[in-house]
């Protein structure tokens, strides 16, 4: 089940950051090892509205801030250009427990954003990876996602490869 994210489930949601993040550095990704997301980040994403988790059997093991407008930070692409500059959603902060990875759970994070932009009517996904990010680029791909170029994220501006998916 996929649902927004309550307050009851903080805990949780960090625990599935931490866990991204330890099984990033353990294989060399720097992805989210300057602290964030964090705390504050959930806070802020649950405040607008956008936080949601991937729950199983009562627990949580996955999540996802699926974002219903531009993201300012996909204003300038560089090596690439967008497929097209309509609606879209934007998914950050996906994440599954790496006890749970293998299984199609992040692709059912993905699945519920498209019925996202469906539901507005919006026929685009956009999403940024870091480039050593094989497992997550190998997602994508296998989720026809197209690569697009790259971009620059987040209060640090640290480069991402930028992917779109046409609906």
């Not at 802020?44 to 949580?60: A, F, H, Q, T």
């Not at 997602?139 to 930028?162: D, M, S, T, W």
Request: neutral net charge; hydrophobic residues 35%.
């Amino acid at each position: 089940m996929i649902r927004k994210t309550e307050d009851a489930d903080r805990d949780a949601v960090l625990a599935v950051y931490d866990d991204a993040k330890q099984y990033f550095k353990t294989h060399g990704i720097p992805q989210w090892q300057k602290g964030t997301p964090d705390l504050n980040t959930l806070q802020n994403d649950m405040n607008r509205g956008y936080s949601y988790v991937l729950e199983k059997d009562g627990r949580i093991i996955g999540t996802a801030c699926i974002i219903e407008e531009a993201d300012p930070d996909y204003q300038i692409i560089t090596e690439g250009s967008w497929l097209n500059e309509e609606p879209y959603v934007v998914i950050h902060r996906i994440a599954v427990l790496s006890s749970c990875k293998g299984k199609g759970l992040a692709s059912e994070l993905l699945a519920y954003a498209y019925e996202i932009a469906r539901a507005r009517g919006w026929g685009n996904i956009r999403i940024d990876t870091h480039e050593d990010n094989r497992s997550m680029r190998q997602l994508l791909a296998k989720n026809g996602f197209v690569q697009c170029g790259n971009v620059r994220v987040g209060k640090f501006k640290e480069p991402r490869i930028a992917y779109q998916k046409t609906l």
